[in-house]
């Protein structure tokens, strides 16, 4: 009896040991949008081998679709109940900045010790780093090469070789057109990817040497938008521009109703699910003539960074290492189909696909250029830029006096 | 017989308690009801309207400043607002007035003696059918629907009607009439029911009584018909006005505000979650809430003289 006794005493204490040792592990919050777009269990394995490495800490994941995480972390960096960790985009960093809501990594990296020098960006505000890009998808020129073939052109890789191209493409009674633009106010996200990135691939800027508009005055930007209104006047763009988004540019690639389109890496299984028989390849975006300096990329993040009010810093910066590690961040990327954010991290697909490894080679002859990310009210900033801009390519507004617009709403919202 | 005798023994200074109790009674049944509706209505009120009220609130780690009437002096004269309102409103009375004719025009056809029951019951199932989708599938319909290739400029250059492809969605002369008639196309059967419902309660002998006096179909109509539909013509077309004053997601998902299509409720989310300008889309939001209020006023009154 005394032994079933002590055998019983025993198995409480383990219980009650194990009890503590659960109760001191500390779980950290990470609230992203990742998870729903990456293969089922995929991510979650990943933060396994996370918590495996680093016995002690738990990751709980807060996963929703993109726009209900911006306005779920926006919401609670109001309250002061923003997640441990967070999943950023560079639209959003400014205004969490500005709210005091995220911690400096710099501070982070400092207080670990950390070498950064295997990054491949930081987001800096006021000097500090905020927001580390960690898997990003650049915007190529996706092209449908039997269209090419058979109007016998090449890929285009100068702005006339495009226009060229898109007229050749177009044939408005079998309703085919050369490039879409999608400038829909809802999603104006075409600003950045389908418009400034013509600037951007010929080294150009929109803004001044100090972070400020600089849209009056900036000779490349008017000749940009110029080129740009000379496509649609030649009516090579596919019709429908001011309403359409981004997946319905996609949608007329797909069931080649537009033979051009800036398009996202991320969308490339889509597009063969889609269409299996589509016969596409990708190209950098054209550059002005006589340009020959690295082509400014346009390209999205998944960025991450740390609530200001976490009391596990230390920890969430951890998680943050992990994921930026070689072996942490090729993982990520290969099964997110996205360039790293370490610069030695490989992920598995460039080996294995051809559009991969042409993209890659993309990626590495040029440069990642967003200026949009980081800026105040991103978002905000495209819509404004967008409404005169349609009625530029309307004929409603001169140029002169669509940029005058632009660069003051812009002003308004910097002020 | 022991309730009598316990009722005997009570103490005068207990009366007025009992007295007191039996006045605050109600409230405790009520005090639910009282609590939630402040939770959910008057504390969001009044926080959006303290909000309307200050500069710099959320998103501002500083403290809120205060600036009065400010926000809504800085609102109200804004070339924005000002075409958002007028958009609105064209948006919200033509909405209305479609609605009501539409509604009543198929509700007395589906009222018609001339119509077997099984053909009505098919036309009902039709005719109800738009109220079914919620409003993004409505949005997203309509988007395919009006795309420069979609069926329905398929259709108006196959009859000849159009001489080129229009762009519904995205001209500025023709998306803000696009988005008001899938407004008008989504919301009729709301009508529809309504009024068909109205329709079978009027008595038969009212009619009968039209008829003796040699009454024609119009003159039934007109003095008939439409008077005993006067109490929920009104309350339809008040409820529908204020609904309509702030709808969203129509109009988000189809234009986005694009295209000269801005309406109050687009303008005020994209002060709110594009800009981050809380204040602004608090004074926006409050400009909204007294405009339904008004009409609100209206709702209540008519329900009132119903009711009387």
Sequence with gaps: MKRYMFALLMILLLAFSAGIAASQDITLEFQQWWEPELPEGSFRAILDEFEAANPGIKVETISGPYLTTKDQIIASAATGTMADVVGLDGAWVNVLWKQGALASLTQAMADADYDDSELAAQIKLAGETYMIPIANFIYPVFVNLDMLAAAGIDPPSTRAEFAAAAEALTDPDNNVYGWAQPLSLEQPNGIQNDTMSWLWATGGSMLDDMGQPNLVGNEQLAETMAYIKSLHDAGVVAPGSFAMKENEKVEEFVNERVAMIINTLAHFTLIRERNPDLNFDITALPAAEGYDGPRGLPYASWGIGISANTEHTAEAWKLIDFLTSVEGNSKLTSIANAFPGNVNATPDFIQTDELFMTAFEIFQAGYLANEFTGLPAAEELMRRFDEPFQLYLEGDMELGDFLDEAQAEWEDIFS | ?308
Aim: glycine content about 4%; aromatic content about 14%; charged content about 10%.
């Design chain 2, 1 to 308: 017989m022991a309730t009598a005798t316990q009722s005997q023994v009570v103490e005068p200074a207990n009366i007025g308690w009992e007295q007191r109790k039996r006045k605050l009674l109600p409230y405790g049944y009520l005090s639910p009801t009282l609590l939630l509706l402040a939770t959910l209505t008057v504390v969001p009120i009044v926080t959006v309207f303290l909000y309307s009220l200050f500069d710099n609130v959320i998103v501002n780690p500083n403290p809120p400043e205060f600036v009065g009437l400010e926000n809504y002096i800085k609102a109200l004269s804004h070339r924005k607002f000002r075409a958002a309102l007028s958009n609105t409103m064209y948006f919200a009375t033509a909405s209305v007035v479609a609605h009501f004719v539409i509604g009543l025009s198929f509700a007395l056809l589906l009222n018609s003696r001339l119509l077997a029951a099984n053909v009505k019951a098919l036309f009902r199932v039709i005719y109800i059918l738009p109220w079914v989708f919620t409003a993004s599938i409505i949005a997203i319909l309509w988007r395919l629907l009006l795309n420069p290739h979609g069926v329905v400029n398929f259709v108006l250059l196959e009859v000849g009607l159009v001489p080129e492809l229009l762009e519904w969605l995205s001209d500025r002369d023709l998306a803000i009439h696009a988005v008001t008639f899938i407004n008008i196309w989504s919301g009729y059967p709301f009508y529809l029911v309504s009024f068909l419902a109205g329709l079978q309660g009027i008595p038969d002998d009212l009619y009968e009584a039209g008829h003796v006096d040699g009454a024609n179909s119009w003159q039934l109509f007109r003095f008939i018909t439409l008077p005993q539909l006067r109490p929920i013509i009104i309350s339809l077309a008040l409820l529908d006005f204020i609904w309509t004053l702030h709808q969203f997601t129509l109009v988000w998902m189809t234009t986005g505000g694009g295209s000269n299509s801005e309406v109050l409720s687009t303008y005020t989310y994209k002060a709110a979650f594009s800009s981050y300008e809380f204040s602004e889309a608090s004074t926006l939001a409050m400009v909204i809430l007294a405009m339904c209020t008004f009409f609100g006023i209206f709702y209540v009154r008519s329900q009132r003289m119903t009711d009387e």
